[in-house]
């Protein structure tokens, strides 16, 4: 009977014993991991793995073991084998094991992203949403969500991606192990970055400035860098190639101490060269590309390595080196096209016209601004205005819930010991009082909410910048026969922006805007139909007078100069004869918006019939 009962008190002292070894790990692994910027040493890895030797089947172990094949994995040399190894891993696990699952996905994601395999880390989103519908655990949720987050934003796939983040955001409130306000800031920098693609400079500027401001604070080396490159790619957008946006770059150049240097300086040398480039400082922009090209190449990252070569080519074209420079650029953007999203390949081939342009080639220029064109079908303007509207306001309001929260985190921790004296008595008061508040609160959020959708209904119509109506007014507008549909493009407005900025170009559009508004009656239509073009809808036109109203509109924007610019415009106009053909107006006024810029721009071609000949009416 003693025996017996010793053999079980040794039974339970060895299960408390591993018990506490496994908690000793999770809370190393805890301490020590932040991906994708932590991992653990090879040599801690090991160590972990050998305290949890005799639970070779738990959650801990292949978290550890995931961990390890990571860090092996991000050395060039053993890349695919460690790919290899986990995906392996992945077939041993137990189906009902979901936590140690996720923990090997975790790993693989991170891997695929790290080598920048986006379209197999893309294979990984289904499985990883499957899981994640299933998941208990904070720190796994959060963290599938931002790396699912990742891999749609790598893939081009923004509005999903965003939405992830979102969800991530609010995951960062059930996680209280001391790094809340590295993965808010961390998030930040993904928000950013989404809003730079989308083209909302502003916002992503207005984010990184916040983020670089607690990298400060609580200091966070590891993304100072590329919060300066977004933060200074903003600047440089918004303002031009201005000394702020040098300064930037020239932080985001500096690798983090004790680091070697990676693709964000890489980027930053790409930025600095562009910069000198547009500055004219042909020789200091060639150095910096060439600088980068190496860095690239240690990196064995292809896709910079033909962006810069790119920039290169452009440089070559302006010293007088042409078809050296242009054979550079139209190879590197072959190469390169195949891997980007469809917003980069439309802003290569605006600099690829305007090389073809600077050497004289108007033909070639041509047929890149019609490529450009049909590239441009694919990224709706509406989607990008849509996407700034609504997520924007949820971003915003989950951020201010979190600082909230953190203050309130912040005041708890300073006043408990206060409050412990007086808890017993002020309980019931206490009580009532939380719940006339939380009442209250629950009648303004609800308040509040009914009030968003409203304004998310209008703003998801209307154009933040002008604050005209968007592609998705036009299902407000009632068709008519006898409508002039009119097409308006502004001639080389990818220069204005170049050349004085964003800015510029966002105040350059907004006058513009003003002017047509300004010129229309109350019954016709004026939307923004993307980037620099516009659409007007004139009501009850005859034949015989579109032309005059035609050169009205276009009296209105060139006969004075614009944010002290002269702008010109270029446009097709279509008489609408049957209210239900609206879309194949469009695309003939698309047409012939195009046929004018092929023509030399600065001018409107009219089809009062899809059988007559086109008229031109000029400035």
């Known amino acids: 009977m003693y025996r017996l009962l010793f053999v079980f008190f040794l039974s339970v002292l060895s299960w408390h014993s591993l018990a506490e070894r496994v908690s000793h790990v999770e809370q190393q692994l805890d301490r020590h991991t932040q991906l994708p910027f932590l991992i653990p040493s090879e040599v801690m890895l090991q160590q972990w793995l050998q305290q949890l030797e005799s639970q070779p089947d738990s959650a801990s172990w292949y978290r550890a073991y995931s961990l390890l094949l990571l860090q092996q994995g991000i050395t060039q040399v053993k890349g695919l084998e460690a790919k290899g190894e986990l995906q392996a891993l992945l077939e041993r696990i137990d189906a009902q094991a979901l936590s140690a699952q996720a923990e090997v996905y975790s790993a693989l994601a991170e891997l695929l992203l790290y080598h920048q395999h986006y379209s197999t880390a893309l294979e990984l989103v289904e499985p990883m949403q499957t899981m994640l519908s299933e998941l208990q655990h904070p720190r796994l949720v959060y963290q599938f969500n931002h790396q699912i987050g990742r891999m749609l934003k790598a893939n081009g796939q923004l509005e999903e991606a965003l939405t992830y983040f979102l969800t991530a955001h609010l995951e960062i409130t059930q996680l209280n192990d001391g790094q809340t306000e590295f993965r808010r800031q961390f998030l930040q920098l993904h928000m950013a970055r989404i809003q730079s693609r989308l083209q909302n400079y502003r916002y992503s500027r207005q984010i990184a400035s916040q983020a670089l401001e607690v990298a400060y604070r609580e200091g966070f080396q590891v993304l100072l860098a590329e919060l300066h490159l977004i933060y200074g ?221 409203s304004q998310l209904q209008e703003l998801s119509k209307r154009d933040p910048l002008t604050q005209l109506y968007n592609r998705r007014a036009l299902h407000d507008v009632k068709q008519q026969g006898g409508d002039l549909v009119l097409l308006l493009d502004v001639d080389h407005f990818k220069q204005i922006n170049d050349q004085h900025g964003h800015d510029k170009g966002d105040t350059v559009l907004a006058e513009l805007a003003q002017r047509l508004m300004n010129k229309v009656r109350k019954e016709d239509w004026v939307l923004r139909w993307g980037g620099e073009e516009f659409l007007l809808i004139l009501r009850g036109v005859e034949a015989d007078t579109a032309i005059e109203s035609i050169q009205k509109v276009v009296a209105a924007v060139c006969d004075q100069p614009i944010a002290e610019l002269d702008v010109s415009v270029s446009g097709g106009a279509v008489l609408l004869r049957d209210a239900e053909a609206m879309q194949q107006v469009l695309k003939q006024a698309d047409l012939l918006l195009y046929r004018a810029k092929e023509l030399g721009r600065k001018r409107i071609l009219y089809q009062a019939d899809h059988q007559d000949d086109p008229v031109e009416v000029s400035r």
């Open 233 to 453: 790619a903003a600047i440089h957008m918004l303002e031009g190639p201005t000394d702020e946006a040098l300064a930037q770059y020239h932080l985001a150049s500096k690798p983090v101490e004790g680091m070697m240097a990676g693709r964000t300086q890489m980027m930053a040398l790409n930025n600095l060269g562009a910069v000198h480039l547009h500055r004219a400082n042909y020789e200091q922009a060639l150095g910096y590309l060439q600088h980068g090209v190496v860095i690239a190449g240690q990196l064995n990252n292809e896709r910079e390595v033909h962006v810069m070569s790119f920039n290169i080519g452009y440089i070559q074209v302006l010293q007088g080196q042409t078809e050296t420079g242009l054979r550079q650029m139209e190879q590197a953007y072959e190469a390169y096209k195949a891997k980007t999203t469809p917003v980069t390949q439309g802003i290569m081939l605006g600099h690829l016209a305007d090389a073809y342009h600077a050497a004289g080639l108007y033909e070639q220029e041509n047929a890149a601004l019609r490529q450009h064109r049909r590239i441009r079908e694919k990224v709706l303007e509406v989607e990008r205005d849509r996407v700034y509207s609504e997520l924007q306001v949820q971003f915003e309001a989950q951020e201010q819930g979190l600082r909230i929260q953190l203050l309130e985190q912040e005041s708890l921790l300073r006043d408990e010991r206060l409050a412990t004296a007086h808890r017993e008595n002020l309980w019931y008061s206490g009580l009532i009082t939380l719940l006339l508040l939380g009442f209250i609160a629950a009648m303004l959020a609800m308040r509040h909410t009914r009030k968003l959708n």
